[in-house]
């Protein structure tokens, strides 16, 4: 018997309506990125190994795609690792390409590859698929797509402005009201890091000061002690664990905790700026919301990170985020070249809209009209009805075989397809078209023109 057929694990098959629910949501994203300004590229599913390790930190690292060189790849292999069995040191030597992890690498190399043809400050934006060996969960999958928007070539606070509202531009247009956008800056967690004297672990103290509301204060605490950072320095760390309060008063604590770090201080002045700046724009539905736990893992953010969360009551991870990487580029040669960016989480957000009921109800109507096929004659009157409607925008189709009647109302009413023409016998005799309504029942007879307009106006 042969093998039920099946699909890797993180992965899914996606049938008509999913994919026009997920088409309604990146419609509505990549209409809001051009209203900002930005302009749309593609990179290759595949990148160079060296292009991808190394800049998402150890954990991200590991988390990357490596492909197979192709041919007999053993034959290149090193002779010690593989006698060894050491994966780590053998995938150089086996692969030389990796699926990009996000769009964020492979666009700084965009950037720097084409560096010559790009007018500064550049602002682009990409929505294309990306791959994590990740442990597949809900919410979390080893395929999904990222819908991303970056400015590159100004260091201006009003990049940071602008990435606030065009989240909340784009979940109040997906009528998802609530959500939360919280904010930090990197040079606030590193002058934390100084001040309970853990400079030289600062990745070590974000990564696990990033997994707060994941794993509990107490396990961060362990985490950090296991990498080194000491206990007279994660007791400084307290008054964080418990920070609240307005914007406003959370940057009023933090000027006292980080009174003695410059670095510190400057983190909290831009902060200060962009809070200002959105409390006077105003935001349509969403909440900004200072997070001084936020740290994101990745290794590349320098400046202000962001993160969205769905609405309360939702059980869901992040929805989109983002950050200032100002050295991002410099890893590829380009240097001083500051950019900022930010990503929707297109399949939790499908997720969060599925749970709240927010998807339109016509948004899987494709169709409007479906043609009843009675026979030849009938069928080719049809198709030029049809070629007609489709003229004029309108989509439709005939059922492509003469089966009974019933069969084919059954197929509309199961691809919910609103509206069923009839052209029979004595529609052929008087150039008519018999219109139904598939909810009402009610039907009309109508010649051409009018079949057109009554199809456009529904």
Not at 274 to 292: H, M
């Amino acid at each position: 018997m042969a093998k039920k057929p099946s699909i890797p694990k993180g992965t899914r098959d996606f049938n008509p309506e999913e994919v026009a629910k997920r088409n309604y949501i990146i419609s509505i994203i990549r209409q809001n990125f051009e209203r900002f300004g930005f302009q749309p590229i593609e990179t290759p599913s595949f990148e160079n190994s060296e292009t991808l390790m190394g800049k998402y930190g150890e954990e991200g690292d590991r988390l990357i795609f490596k492909i197979l060189n192709s041919g007999d790849f053993l034959s290149k292999a090193d002779p010690e690792a593989y006698e060894a069995k050491d994966s780590t040191k053998i995938t150089p030597s086996i692969s030389e390409k990796a699926l990009r992890y996000d769009l964020t690498v492979p666009f700084a190399r965009y950037v720097v590859q084409h560096q010559n043809d790009i007018e500064f400050p550049f602002k682009r934006y990409q929505i294309q698929p990306v791959w994590r060996a990740d442990r597949p969960q809900k919410g979390r999958f080893r395929e999904f797509f990222q819908c991303d928007a970056d400015v590159v070539g100004s260091q201006s606070l009003w990049q940071e402005v602008e990435f606030v509202q065009l989240y909340d531009a784009v979940f109040t247009a997906l009528k998802l009201e609530g959500v939360t956008i919280k904010i930090n800056n990197r040079k606030i967690l590193a002058g934390i890091a100084e001040v309970i004297g853990a400079q030289d672990k600062l990745i070590d103290f974000t990564v696990a000061l990033d997994k707060l509301d994941k794993i509990g204060e107490e396990k961060v605490k362990e985490e950090m002690l296991g990498k080194g950072i000491p206990e007279s320095g994660i007791d400084k760390l307290q008054p964080l664990f418990t920070l609240s309060g307005s914007f406003e008063s959370q940057i009023a604590q933090l000027k006292s905790i980080l009174s003695t770090s410059e670095e510190g201080k400057k983190g909290i002045e831009e902060l200060e700026f962009i809070d200002k700046a959105i409390s006077e724009l105003k935001l349509q539905s969403a909440n900004l919301q200072l997070d001084v736990t936020l740290a994101r893992g990745l290794n590349y953010y320098t400046g202000a990170i962001l993160e969205v969360s769905a609405p309360k009551g939702v059980d869901m991870g992040s929805i989109g985020g983002g950050g200032r990487y100002d050295d991002l580029t410099g890893i590829f040669g380009l240097k001083d070249v500051s950019g900022v960016g930010i990503s929707f989480g297109l399949d939790r957000i499908y997720l969060v809209l599925e749970t709240l009921n927010l998807f339109p109800e016509t948004i899987t109507n494709t169709v409007k009209a479906l043609f009843i096929n009675f026979g030849e004659a009938e069928a080719m009157a049809s198709m030029k009805a049809i070629k007609e409607l489709r003229k004029n925008g309108i989509n439709a189709e005939l059922f492509p075989d003469s089966k009974k009647t019933v069969r084919q109302f059954n197929y509309a009413n199961k691809r919910n397809i609103p509206n069923v023409v009839l052209v029979g016998a004595s529609e052929l005799e008087s150039d008519t078209y018999t219109l139904k309504n598939m909810d009402t029942g009610d039907q009309q007879s109508v010649d051409l023109g009018t079949l057109v307009r009554l199809l456009k106006d529904k």
